[in-house]
């Protein structure tokens, strides 16, 4: 099975700090995505990635950039980390752009800011 | 832009009810529809999926049929277990874009 790992599962941090939440799969899939999800707000996708080195902005990408410098890893970077970004990030990837074969998703972290 | 509206939860049932949940979708091509389910303190995992109208996906017991004539794609179970407690996302996926999510659907199910 494709598994996708979050390497925190809980994280605290303080505002203003930088927070990097780390994404790997271990399948080769070519398509990496970041989403928060929020109570009453669903799934809000951040950024995504359709190949190595590359990004491309989704619905929220303010305050976030991301880093893909090998193809099975995906980082998320909260450049100064801010109280409304406390929520629950979710990484996940699918094997090419056709769709239909879904995505796979990671265990999540829940972030919190304080 | 494309879009997935999904009743508002909670749904709470008694185990064996009959479960429904609507989702209804705007697009402007023709997506693959999907249902996620998500269990309490884990990620989402694929629950079924169809890639076109008429499609019926089905798994664990669960089944929906895409329906481009109303554009919706419900989720149904005949006989609902407490173990299928969780929150439900219905989800569209059009070429060249990301996976779109609907709100989410909580169901509790008591015995």
């Known amino acids: 099975d494709v598994k996708v790992t979050q390497s925190s599962r809980y994280l605290v941090k303080r505002t203003g700090e930088k927070v990097f939440l780390e994404c790997v799969q271990d399948?080769?899939?070519?398509?990496m995505f970041w989403y928060r999800q929020d109570p009453g707000l669903g799934l809000r996708l951040i950024y995504f990635s359709y190949d190595v080195k590359m990004k491309e902005k989704g619905d929220i990408p303010e305050g976030y950039s991301v880093s893909r410098e090998k193809k099975e890893r995906f980082s998320l970077i909260l450049e100064s980390a801010s109280t409304n970004q406390t929520s629950m990030y979710l990484c996940?990837?699918?094997?090419?752009?056709?769709?239909?074969?879904?995505?796979?998703f990671g265990s999540g972290t829940r972030l919190t800011v304080v | 832009g494309d879009s997935v509206t999904q009743m508002e939860g909670p749904v709470t049932l008694s185990e064996e009810a009959f479960l429904t949940i609507n989702c209804t979708y705007t697009?402007?091509?023709?997506?693959?529809l999907f249902w996620y389910v998500q269990y309490p303190g884990e990620g989402l995992q694929l629950l079924l999926k169809?890639?076109?109208?008429?499609d019926k996906g089905s798994n664990k017991g669960f089944e929906a049929t895409y329906r481009k004539e109303t554009t919706s794609f419900h989720l149904e179970k005949g006989s609902v277990q407490v173990s299928d407690s969780a929150v439900y996302f219905c989800a569209l996926n059009q070429a060249g874009t990301a996976l779109i999510f609907g709100k989410g659907t909580t169901l509790s199910v008591s015995s």
């Open positions: 169809a890639t076109k109208a008429d």
């Open positions: 697009a402007t091509g023709y997506p693959s």
């Open positions: 399948m080769d899939h070519e398509n």
């Open positions: 996940a990837s699918s094997f090419s752009q056709i769709t239909a074969y879904g995505y796979t």
